[in-house]
């Protein structure tokens, strides 16, 4: 559902405010908060929000600490004031990140991937526990053609399926990401979390758990 949602809004905002790199994303590139409200901004127009937050705006909504797959603390979404956020009507909250302001950025094969703009978050039960990536919380990449689900067999060189959602020895990488950022395209086009019960699964091999 947020998959559809995200990418509806997308297209929505583009054909009112022309494409995305044409967009103000900001100056400074990784992580420009003003980009990110940019984002919120467009975006949120075409979505059933209850609630919207920009990215230096602090207590807007609660202040959580996520967790990578494998259990390690990550981030708090309130610290450092990058993300820009927004709460839908069904409860679910989504957080904006800027990756490059050019979006241009690549992590894999095809234009989709070789043309990345920033990141999309997604606690899809809106803060209740656990708050942990590839369970409740799932990312997506901006890109010049619309909204990937994070882990599609596409993306090659940061933060793959095998390494970041079905491999768990591997848990925060600096404040680039964590383990479960690879989990987001297998949730969706497999329609299982079976990662979580077994460490055999691959693009290429089993879809599920035996």
Known sequence: KVNSVLNQAFMLAVEKYGPIENWDLGTTGLADPDGADTLLNNFSE?????????????????????????????????????????????????????????????????????????????????YGKPNQFGIDYFNFLLTKYGVVPMGTSEQTNIFTFNNYCRDKSIGVVSKMGANGFGCTAWVIYNENMDYLRCDDLSWDGKHECK
């Open 46 to 126: 075409f979505m059933n929000k209850t609630k919207t937050c920009k990215a230096r705006e602090t207590g807007c909504l609660p202040s959580v600490t996520y967790k990578a797959l494998n259990g390690d603390d990550y981030w708090n979404v309130d610290n450092g004031g990058l993300h820009s956020r927004l709460k839908l009507a069904d409860g679910s909250i989504i957080s904006f990140y800027i990756y490059n302001n050019s979006c241009d950025t690549s992590w894999g094969k095809g234009k989709a991937l070789e043309n990345i703009c920033g990141n999309i978050a997604v606690d899809i039960n809106g």
